[in-house]
């Protein structure tokens, strides 16, 4: 462990935090961008792999940033990173929640409401592309995940056995 990768781990999350409108999964394409094709921290497979973990594991969404900064300085690159990620946005959202309440109903305030809301979906929909991309997606995966995107878009069906089914056709090389 070194320190400059300490410094290194603690800029690039702590910029990261402020931008991650959404939560942090909205910022994972660049986290991909630079943790695998910037700093060379991971390979694309490898950073797959850690996303579907972070997803999978109890505890916090982020738990991606701990991951990604154990890879590159070890238990002080987790704490590191996931204070990175965590602090900044943190902060600001205690100053804009202050704000938000003394303006709420006002013109600028509702338009901007309504503005975050595709933007972070936007967002959420661009990690996922980044981490399919990773996992080798092939142009069949794409399209089902599309048809499960609708399918629980337009309908009350539970997502746990369609998903479970998504993942055997995957297992077997189906999409």
């Keep these: 462990m070194k320190a400059s990768d300490l410094i290194a781990l603690a800029a690039f999350f702590s910029t990261l935090s402020i931008l991650s409108i959404g939560g942090s999964n909205s910022v994972v394409p660049e986290m991909a961008r630079h943790a695998v094709g910037e ?3 991971l390979t694309g497979a490898a950073f797959s792999d ?7 594991a109890p505890g916090p969404s982020n738990l991606i940033v701990a991951m990604i900064g154990y890879k590159v300085a070890g238990l002080a690159g987790a704490l590191v990173a996931q204070a990175a990620m965590m602090l900044p946005a943190g902060l600001l ?7 938000w ?9 509702v ?7 595709p933007i972070a979906v936007g967002l959420i929909l661009a990690s996922g592309w980044t ?6 997606f092939s142009a069949r995966g794409y399209i089902a995940a599309a048809l ?9 069906l539970n997502p ?13 090389g189906v999409i």
């Design 131 to 136: 981490v399919a991309e990773g996992a080798g």
């Design 111 to 117: 338009a901007l409401e309504a503005a975050l809301g």
């Design 101 to 109: 309440q003394r303006t709420s109903g006002s013109a600028w305030h």
């Design 148 to 156: 499960f995107t609708l399918l629980f878009w337009r309908t009350a």
């Design 93 to 99: 959202m205690i100053v804009v929640a202050r704000l």
């Design 39 to 41: 700093a060379h921290w």
């Design 50 to 56: 850690i996303f579907a973990i972070s997803q999978a």
């Design 160 to 172: 746990l056995p369609i998903l479970a089914i998504a993942g055997l056709l995957g297992w077997f």
